[in-house]
Each structure stands twice: as structure tokens, then as C-alpha cells.
């Protein structure tokens, strides 16, 4: 089901993209332009996402002993950092705008940002729900609902121009989109490195889930913990547990409680 919105989407935004650019470059909108390739992006962003839910189905190899859940972070990260540069073409723009300012169409580019608010919105909306547990998916989220919200500042700048007649009005909305586009892409930037680089979880620290280990009756000590992601909603752990003066046959259970409780607090779970 996610993979069929995801293609669908792509698509609608691809023609979407098609139409900013034509009216943009027909009402002489900057704010249009820049939210086409703004949008264009958000096809690349879409489609990597659709590749990645694709390739993290599959099952290990014996190449890729762990699987391809990483193909998630990594279509995340290359996500984020395409709109971190496409701010900067955006900031560009818009500078060389201010010193030139160009009439532009106010009625074009009210009907186009009607169109993107309409089309933005409902793709943010079937992919919500999927976005509060993978970063991948999160990260076209956050794409589709800054778009969104650019929409609706395109649509009160038209406003704004066809009843001012003042032109600089459409260069400050590109800069504005160029923000938004900042602010939606850093945080996944730092989250997404954070997993390539294999830090530890977000909301997590290694001393809760020592002080929880080390709760679990037999255990005398935790140590030589690591905790990274592999990909949405896995997590992986590997640590030294050194346990009481025991028969043997007892250490089974004091690992299966060890695990019993990783699972429940932290939702790390045994593969």
C-alpha cells in the first residue's frame, strides 16, 4: 500500500512540476519557479523513497548480511542535502530578482499555488501516518508539507501583488521558501548522518539502558554496550552481560529476560 502511494505521488508531482515551471516562467513568478523545482525535488525525494521501501523488503544475502534497511537512511540523507543546495539556487535568485524587479502575473500564480496546496496537502496527508516511525518516508513528508506551506504563502503573495502592484513582493517568498526549505531539511540531514554514522538512537541514552540491563535479576554488570540503527524501526545492540556464580543452565533465562526487557523499554528485539 505505502509503495502504491508512493508511485502515485511521484507521478502527480512530476505534472505538478511541469505546470509551476510553465506558469512560472509564463507569469514571470520567481516564488512559481522556485516552487517547481522546489517540487521537482520533492519527485526525486518521492522516488527514492518508493526505491528504498522496495529494497529494505528485501531479505539478507550473503553479501548484505543485514539486509538493505539502510537503503532507507540513505535516500533520506541524499533527500535533505539536494534541498539544502537547491536553497542556496533559490537565495541566488532571488537576490538577482531584488535587483531587478520583473512584473509578474498575479492571477497565473494564484491558480498554480491553489493547485500545489491542493495536491501537496493530500499527498502530506496519506503519508502521515507512515512518517511518525520511518525517517525515509518522514523525510518526503516533510518535503510534500513545506511545500505545502509555500503554497499558501504563494497564494497570499499573489493576492498581495495583484492588489499593491508592488513586484519585490514575489523575490521575499522565494527567499521565505528558501527557508522553509532549510528548516525542513536540516533536521533530517542531522538524523539520517547520525544513523550512517552509526550514533546512538535518538531519545536514547546508553546509561537508561544499562541501569534497565542491570535490573534484570542475575545480572552483575553491563558493559562494552553499542547501540545503532539499522533502519526504520530496527534498532541493534551488542553488549557484555556478566551474570552471578550460576549452573549454567541458567544463563538462558537471565539472557531471555535481558532480552524480554531491551524489547519492552527500548524496542530492541533479538532478530
Not at 520533492?42 to 522516488?47: G, H, P, Q, T
Not at 544499562?210 to 545503532?228: C, K, N
Request: glycine content about 8%; hydrophobic content about 50%; charged content about 15%.
Amino acid at each position: 500500500r505505502l509503495g502504491g502511494i508512493l508511485k502515485i505521488s511521484t507521478i502527480v508531482t512530476l505534472l505538478y512540476v511541469a505546470l509551476a515551471l510553465a506558469a512560472g516562467y509564463y507569469g514571470r513568478s520567481l516564488a512559481l519557479v522556485s516552487e517547481g523545482w522546489h517540487n521537482f525535488s520533492d519527485a526525486l525525494s518521492l522516488l527514492l523513497s518508493w526505491l528504498a521501501v522496495y529494497l529494505q523488503s528485501r531479505p539478507p544475502d550473503a553479501v548484505k548480511t543485514f539486509g538493505y534497511h539502510r537503503s532507507a537512511v540513505l535516500a533520506a540523507f541524499v533527500n535533505a542535502v539536494t534541498l539544502l543546495g537547491l536553497s542556496l539556487y533559490i537565495f541566488h535568485e532571488a537576490y538577482l530578482r531584488l535587483l531587478q524587479p520583473a512584473t509578474v502575473n498575479a492571477p497565473v500564480m494564484f491558480g498554480v499555488a491553489f493547485v500545489g496546496l491542493a495536491m501537496n496537502g493530500g499527498i502530506s496527508a496519506a503519508l502521515y501516518r507512515s512518517s511518525r516511525d520511518d525517517i525515509n518516508i518522514r523525510s518526503s513528508f516533510m518535503h510534500m508539507a513545506g511545500d505545502a506551506l509555500g503554497s499558501v504563502g504563494i497564494l497570499l503573495g499573489a493576492v498581495a501583488i495583484h492588489f499593491t502592484n508592488i513586484p519585490a513582493i514575489d523575490p521575499v517568498l522565494s527567499i521565505l521558501i528558501g527557508g522553509l526549505i532549510i528548516w525542513t531539511a536540516w533536521d533530517i540531514v542531522r538524523e539520517s548522518l547520525n544513523i550512517l554514522l552509526e550514533g546512538l538512537p535518538r531519545d536514547l541514552t546508553l546509561d537508561q539502558v544499562i541501569a534497565e540491563v542491570r535490573g534484570v535479576a542475575g545480572v552483575v554488570d553491563v558493559h562494552d554496550l553499542h547501540i545503532w540503527t539499522l533502519g526504520p524501526r530496527m534498532l541493534a545492540c551488542s553488549c557484555h552481560i556478566r551474570i552471578a556464580d550460576i549452573p549454567p543452565s541458567e544463563s538462558g533465562e537471565i539472557l531471555r529476560r535481558a532480552n524480554h526487557v531491551l524489547g519492552e523499554h527500548f524496542e530492541i528485539r533479538p532478530t
